[in-house]
């Protein structure tokens, strides 16, 4: 697919060496169809790395797609330069007049903050209630998945004594339902987090369905009736070698991590890690957007509503 995408962002080169078929906004310009309007609030600190993570699973479709990269706040985030923020990135006050085919949020390394306690937590629950009235269909990951079911539905995760941390077979609930079509019976996930919500609770949301899951892992994929409202507690975006780098990162720190569980040969992290997620990952974002998003969106998005 062709994702449009700013012609300097750096993720372009990196998506043009895998062979992804990306394109300036002048390229962009000579076609004549109505391309996807996507937006990705970033809140990751490293945005570059998660820039390319997200636009490679949004590759996989022959639907054009315009990319707005959006930023909650104006603080500069440690791993990641302000030129890149003010190249790149749009402030919601900018885009919050717009309506949107599809929007992602990523997740954000606060796992022990209370939502109360996030800086940003007020501006959150705005861009989450203004989501649900211009997108048509929203994709929350990992950290943002719970801060959203928390402010739609009240529902409080909990943490965990030690990290889920690993590449974790997952079991498909609901083979019927579209965003896993193609998928196997058994797939795998990259999981990396504290935050756990059971499925029970999610199964007493009446609009909630669990679409897949498993014992270990408990809920992966979630989404709501209207397929308006995705929510994925895993990261299938990530890279091969993402869990050794947290892995590493957090033995530097001297927080004694567990070797993360599937993902190296015999689990000795001197191996070279499997990776098993990619072809899923993918698919599920295509799903995604053929689906929740394209089927039902509107031609005209000035007529989408809540």
């Known amino acids: 697919m062709p994702i449009r995408i700013p012609a300097e962002l750096p993720a372009q080169n990196v998506l043009s060496n895998e062979n992804i078929f990306v394109m300036d906004s002048m390229r962009a310009a000579h076609q004549d169809i109505r391309p996807l309007e996507v937006g990705i609030l970033n809140l990751m600190p490293n945005k570059e790395e998660t820039e390319v993570q997200f ?5 996989n479709t022959p639907l054009q797609i315009n990319i707005d990269l959006i930023r909650i706040d104006d603080q500069a985030p440690k791993n990641t330069s302000k030129a890149h923020m003010d190249a790149f990135y749009r402030n919601f006050e900018e885009v919050a007049n717009k309506k949107y085919d599809g929007l992602i949020v990523t997740g954000a390394p606060l796992a022990h903050l209370a939502y109360e306690d996030v800086k940003y937590w007020d501006r959150m629950q705005v861009v989450l209630d203004w989501a649900r ?8 990951s990992c950290w943002a998945a719970h801060a959203a079911i928390y402010h739609f539905y009240g529902i409080n995760r909990y943490l965990r004594a030690d990290k889920l941390s690993g590449v974790f077979p997952l079991q498909v609930q609901d083979e019927h339902d579209e965003l896993l079509r193609g998928f196997d019976p058994t797939f795998y996930a990259p999981h990396s987090r504290f935050g756990e919500i059971s499925i029970e609770q999610y199964e007493s949301v009446k609009e909630l369905k669990v679409l897949a899951s498993s014992a270990q892992v408990g809920a992966y994929v979630i989404a709501s009736q209207d397929k308006r409202l995705v929510f994925v507690t895993g990261h299938p975006e990530y890279d091969p070698d993402s869990l050794r780098q947290e892995y590493q ?21 001197n191996q070279t ?3 098993k997620w990619r072809a899923h990952g ?4 295509t799903n995604w957007l053929n689906y929740y998003v394209y089927q039902n969106t509107p031609y005209d998005l000035a007529s989408l509503s809540a």
């Open 55 to 59: 636009l490679r699973l949004l590759s």
């Open 133 to 140: 009235r211009h997108v048509q269909s929203t994709l929350f």
């Open 249 to 269: 990162r957090d033995l530097a720190a001297g927080l004694a991590p567990q070797v993360p569980a599937n993902y190296f040969p015999d689990d000795d992290p």
């Open 273 to 275: 890690p499997l990776v």
């Open 282 to 285: 993918s698919l599920l974002f």
